[in-house]
């Protein structure tokens, strides 16, 4: 076996990993007619309208709110559910920051608990035991594109009348029970990020099929306007999260591709899946029977140390890299962060809230940490490659566990 290029040796991979975004001719095309219209911003506009209508109806949702960003479609979510100071949103330890600081930006408190350690996704019994008077609702985190347990959660939510969001920041297109996920709950939310499955560098947008939240989640994201009113009649809080035409144009091409692109990332997911799971040390994430698609914003799989000679897992990923094959950090666990540790979230909540205690604070998050730490994520594009690729990924693992004593030395 050819020495590991971590040690002077040639890579495993040698092919380039195909380039991010991807765009041509229609996105030029839109762009050019967007700035010779003059019409660049989305209240006149026809753009942004255009793609939030295509968008929605692809996720089999009635509505669409296209804003900013993933953050800020959080944020409009949540404020559309009213959710505010004394409330608490259940979410999981393991997702973005993001997730977490929207519920803050309310004045409410995001609870944490704990992962599915084999989906990665927010753990049905674990919500069902944090459910207090004050909570609010239940955020699903479909992580890496695969849906949480919608089954699951979705009954949770109908039992104790509490709202489902589905921070969908990673599942544009992934399917659950043939069903596309983002509005199977109350409300859910979608980021265009540059690192996404679709893009125009930022952006994002709120999908419902409840036409109270659709107005609320409008207003909220036009400065408190309501549809049909005077431009200047102001009648809730809101702030201006309107998404420009430049980018509504643009994601209206990057849909035209995703369902090309999804069925390519899941072939190549499924030659990982089945060769990754017969290394000794190496889990892929689990699909679950009921997902019918995962979008595949990355391919996950667990690392085990012990079955590389104790090789840490940052040593494994700088040998994974020299071999060619490009990796993203995982998130680490919230509860972990400064401002949940240094108490700065406090800031944002009620005061009742701010010198009451937070459980989550001392709890342990065995899956999360697991998740965290012991993971290695391929970032999306690599499955945009060919079959010879993966082969290529596979070939640079079973190369890192035949020389893994060779790397400590």
């Not at 084999?118 to 919500?127: F, G, K, L, N, S």
């Not at 479909?142 to 599942?171: F, K």
Request: hydrophobic share 40%.
């Amino acid at each position: 076996m050819e020495k590991l290029a971590i040690l002077g040796g040639k890579p495993a991979k040698t092919t380039p990993t195909p380039l991010w975004p991807v765009y041509d001719e229609k996105e030029k095309n839109g762009l050019s007619e967007v700035l010779e219209s003059r019409v660049w911003w989305r209240t006149p506009g026809t753009k942004t309208k255009l793609f939030e209508e295509e968008f929605a109806k692809y996720h089999q949702a009635k509505h669409g709110i296209a804003v900013t960003n993933g953050t800020a479609a959080l944020e409009v979510a949540y404020a559309a559910l009213g959710i505010g100071p004394g409330d608490e949103v259940i979410i999981p330890d393991f997702t973005f920051v993001a997730t977490a600081s929207a519920v803050l930006f309310t004045g409410a408190l995001p609870v944490l608990v704990d992962i599915d350690i084999d989906t990665h996704c927010i753990d049905p019994d674990q919500v069902e035991a944090a459910i207090t008077p004050r909570t609010r609702a239940i955020v699903a985190v479909h992580m890496g594109g695969h849906p949480a347990d919608l089954d699951r959660l979705v009954q949770i939510a109908r039992i104790y009348n509490l709202a489902l969001v589905e921070d969908s920041a990673h599942a544009h297109g992934s399917e659950w029970r043939g069903r596309k996920v983002g509005a199977i709950g109350d409300i859910g939310t979608f980021s265009f990020q540059a690192s996404k499955l679709m893009t125009a560098g930022e952006g994002g947008i709120v999908i419902t099929n409840r036409n109270d939240l659709e107005i609320r989640a409008r207003s909220t994201h036009d400065c408190g306007r309501m549809p049909g009113e005077w431009f200047y009649a102001h009648y809730i809080y809101g702030s201006n999260y309107r998404l420009s035409e430049w980018q509504g144009v643009v994601l209206s091409q990057q849909l035209t591709r995703l369902d090309e692109q999804a069925e390519l990332r899941t072939r190549n997911a499924k030659i990982l899946d089945q060769e990754l799971g017969k290394i000794e040390g190496i889990s892929p994430q689990k699909l679950d029977s009921r997902c019918t698609r995962n979008g595949h914003y990355a391919y996950i799989f667990n690392y085990d140390q012990k079955a590389f000679h104790n090789l840490p897992t940052e040593k494994f990923i700088a040998a994974f890299n020299a071999e060619g094959i490009p990796t993203q950090a995982s998130y680490p666990p919230l509860h972990e962060l400064a401002m949940f540790k240094n108490g700065e979230y406090r800031k944002r909540l009620c005061p009742n809230a701010v010198i009451e205690e937070h459980d989550f604070l001392k709890m342990e998050f065995p899956n999360t940490q697991k998740a965290a730490w012991e993971a290695v994520w391929l970032p999306q594009p690599i499955l945009l490659g060919t079959e010879e690729d993966m082969w290529m990924v596979l070939e640079a693992i079973n190369k890192i566990k035949d020389q893994s004593k060779d790397i400590l030395r």
